[in-house]
């Protein structure tokens, strides 16, 4: 995707809209829920995050998981804002930095070069990287066998 203002603008607004409408749609309902407001507020609540669900549909962005992980880090800061302004709970340092944090991924994800032609494996065979290139990952790249991985906690 080529970006231009007006693209990074329209993106921009269509995340906002979609944050405003997860956080307001699902505030409303733990207020319903949690804080004993009228019920209608969480049936209120739900239609918004009907609606919220269809505003991704609108992003110029093809790709879905692409356009929800950005998403993602926009959700944390202003859900961290929205508490601040409807709850009265003001972030501390760990908040904010998380935030930044966040956003410079936001920034890294949407802005990173992709017709560079090198993968996350560094083989040059495409830009994009699929589950077979996790095993080469993890695995031993330099011959064709690769190991199992297991993660543990």
């Known amino acids: 995707m080529e970006f231009t203002v007006l693209s990074v603008l329209q993106i921009t607004a269509l995340l906002l809209a979609a944050g405003l409408a997860e956080i307001g749609g699902g505030w409303l309902v733990w207020q319903a829920c949690r804080e004993d407001k009228p019920k209608w507020w969480a ?34 800061g202003m859900s961290f804002v929205w508490g601040w302004v409807f709850d009265g ?25 992709r017709s560079s032609g090198v993968d996350a494996t560094g083989s040059g065979a495409s830009a994009a990287v699929g589950p077979a290139d996790f095993a080469v990952m993890v695995g031993n790249s330099s011959t064709s066998t690769t190991t199992s991985t297991r993660l543990s906690l």
């Open 89 to 113: 709970v003001r972030p501390d340092w760990g908040d904010i930095i998380g935030s930044f944090v966040a956003l410079v991924g936001v920034c890294v994800v949407l802005f990173w070069p």
């Open 43 to 76: 049936l209120l609540g739900g239609i918004i995050l009907v609606i919220y669900g269809f505003i991704p549909t609108l992003q110029p962005i093809d790709e879905f998981g692409r356009v929800y992980a950005i998403y993602g880090g926009i959700f944390i």
